[in-house]
């Protein structure tokens, strides 16, 4: 079975920084990777996905995030973060068999 | 298309009533899960459908909680009786077998008293 790690629990960051959430995963066979992200008091929805091809794509808000076949890893980044970027991030992996294994999430905070 | 559909959106009630929440899945998405968050043990999956047929029900903490898929259309996670225990948001979610990605619906808060 799969499973998702996601390294850091917390982060606190102050407007204008740079984000880097990491997230690595275990299974051996072909992966789809998702992040998805909940604002406060809502629910998630989907920040962005890879399935196949370019292993740096690019999501919603300014989001991007890179699939490392060799180091199972799938990290989130965003050059410079908004006090509005506060919220969970969830990592996910799927293999088309119906269900994904989410991570445990990771709360950014955004000081203004 | 509206999404995934959740009622009620909140729901309060006391120690030892039924509760049922219910989900209108999203129309051709071929699977549905039921998950519990919670401050305390984050997001968990409870169990989830696969076109109506229940897959895996492992993440159910108890028998007090049961969930049906009578039809395409609608789902129900029922929790009998309720304990305090299990205030917590419940969410549905079905998937878009084309992307194998998850929609998830609104969530209902539920407080149990």
């Known amino acids: 079975a799969q499973s998702v790690s996601q390294h850091n629990h917390h982060v606190i960051l102050s407007e204008a920084a740079s984000l880097e959430l990491g997230c690595n995963y275990s299974y051996g066979g072909t992966v789809n990777l998702f992040w998805y992200v909940q604002y406060p008091g809502q629910h998630l929805q989907l920040l962005l996905k890879y399935f196949s091809g370019d292993p740096l794509v690019k999501g919603i808000k300014g989001f991007e995030a890179e699939f490392i076949k060799s180091k199972f890893s799938f990290n989130l980044r965003k050059p410079s973060v908004q006090w509005s970027d506060t919220a969970e991030y969830f990592c996910a992996v799927g293999t088309n068999a119906g269900k994904s294994t989410f991570g445990d999430g990771t709360t950014l905070t955004v000081k203004p | ?113």
């Open chain 2, 1 to 113: 298309d509206a999404g995934v559909i959740q009622s009620p959106r909140h729901e309060v009630t006391e120690m030892g009533q039924e509760v049922t929440l219910r989900c209108k899945p999203i129309s051709g998405h071929d699977y549905l899960f039921w998950y519990r968050q919670t401050m305390m043990r984050g997001l968990e999956l409870l169990i989830y459908f696969n076109n109506n047929v229940p897959i895996d029900d492992s993440g159910m903490p108890e028998d007090r909680f049961s969930a049906k898929m009578p039809n395409a259309s609608f789902s129900t996670l029922k929790i009998q009786p309720s304990e305090p225990r299990d205030s917590a948001v419940y969410f549905c979610a079905t998937r878009d077998r084309a992307t194998d990605t998850q929609y998830f619906g609104p969530g209902t808060r539920l407080t149990v008293l």
